[in-house]
């Protein structure tokens, strides 16, 4: 008898849509109800999904509820009390205590207490990465430090036994039969949170300095295009070989080729695009700090938010020998799909 599952994401976009669809696709013994919000507004959304759904859930009671930790659980139960018993499990793509700010954003406490009091409501805590869940107790206790009295204690030790860590599955995309030593990828958002200002002083670095390369500008921009990304179109017309979002198939035949995958990020709970690269053979250069020193080895990682470091590594890997490919099997489909198959099935 199938396993009558309530999915609920309120962000769909990115590792949110990645998750969902293979969860649904993929794993048997299922009986799938999915709601999703599309990735936009975030404020709105992570506050109003509750309402958004008060009249799409229905008076039935699931098996399960898989929500993710962009939902108001507690509300979402308050509001419909069929579902307050239902068994439910909290799914943390990232959490909101280690999200770092724009210069434009304001800090609320509302994205946080809406987490903190999902996690509370649900019977099982998963995170994506060892990182995720630890920065997400981590901001738990440094929150309840700011309250001003009615403290409960002990809440961190309550909510520690129902976390686990169970990443997104990824899918591994085939290495090319040539690959281009010199073909240098950025295959994330042009969004400050990852990091492109570094990124692109560190490409104009690298050819001050002398190194060969050429460049892949890739993952989702704004209309208008940033100013990292208008600055490398101007400093280094001639590296650029590719400058967009690309269909799927010539993404992945792209990173089949290249030779190295970069981040520049200061937020990164599982990295999916690395992963994607990293699988396909090109050999990742990440900070050494977030979630990345649980995937890649020291060799691949360089201290965060060092130009200097990066553009030597570069460099290096540019002229002379590059390392071995980096296996990340652990983080992909192969390994990862079982795991949810057992827990979801089971």
């Known amino acids: 008898m199938s396993t009558r599952t309530l999915l609920l994401s309120a962000y769909r976009s990115d590792s949110h849509a990645v998750w969902s669809d293979w969860l649904t696709r993929n794993i048997a013994g299922v009986d799938w109800r999915v709601l ?36 108001d659980l507690a509300t979402l139960k308050g509001l419909k009390p069929h579902l307050a018993p239902v068994p439910a499990w909290y799914y943390f793509h990232e959490n909101q205590f280690a999200y770092p700010m724009s210069r434009q954003q304001v800090r609320s406490i509302e994205p946080r207490m809406v987490q903190l009091y999902g996690a509370l409501a649900a019977d099982r805590l998963l995170f994506n990465s060892r990182f995720n869940c630890d920065s997400f107790l981590d901001g738990v206790d440094e929150l309840l430090e700011m309250m001003p009295d009615g403290i409960p204690p002990g809440l961190r030790d309550r909510l520690a036994p129902r976390c686990d860590v169970l990443p997104v599955p990824v899918e591994p995309i085939p290495a090319s039969r040539q690959r281009d030593r010199r073909l240098i990828v950025w295959n994330h958002r042009w969004e400050y949170d990852k990091g492109p200002e570094l990124f692109a002083e560190a490409m104009i670095r690298l050819d001050e300095a002398g190194a060969d390369f050429r460049l892949a500008l890739l993952g989702k921009r704004a209309a208008e295009p940033p100013e990292p990304l208008r600055r490398l179109r101007r400093a280094l017309p001639h590296r650029i070989e590719a400058d967009g979002q690309l269909p799927d198939d010539d993404y992945r035949q792209l990173l089949g080729r290249a ?43 360089y201290p965060a938010g060092s130009m200097t470091a990066l553009v030597e590594r570069l460099k290096a890997w540019l002229d002379g020998s590059m390392p071995a490919p980096c296996p990340v099997d652990a983080w992909l489909a192969a390994s990862t799909g079982g795991r949810w198959q057992t827990r979801l099935a089971g």
């Not at 919000?37 to 759904?53: D, E």
């Not at 994607?276 to 649980?294: F, H, K, M, N, Q």
């Open 36 to 71: 999703e919000l599309p990735g936009r507004h975030f404020a709105w959304r992570i506050r109003g999904n509750p309402l958004s759904w008060l009249d799409k859930i229905g008076d039935e009671s699931p098996d399960l509820i898989l929500a993710t930790s962009m939902v």
């Open 259 to 301: 030779g190295i995958a970069v981040s520049t990020a200061i937020h990164e709970f599982q990295g999916i695009s690395m992963l994607e690269a990293t699988s396909a053979g090109a050999r990742p250069l990440v900070p050494d700090a977030l979630c990345y020193p649980e995937q890649y080895p020291q060799q691949y990682r």
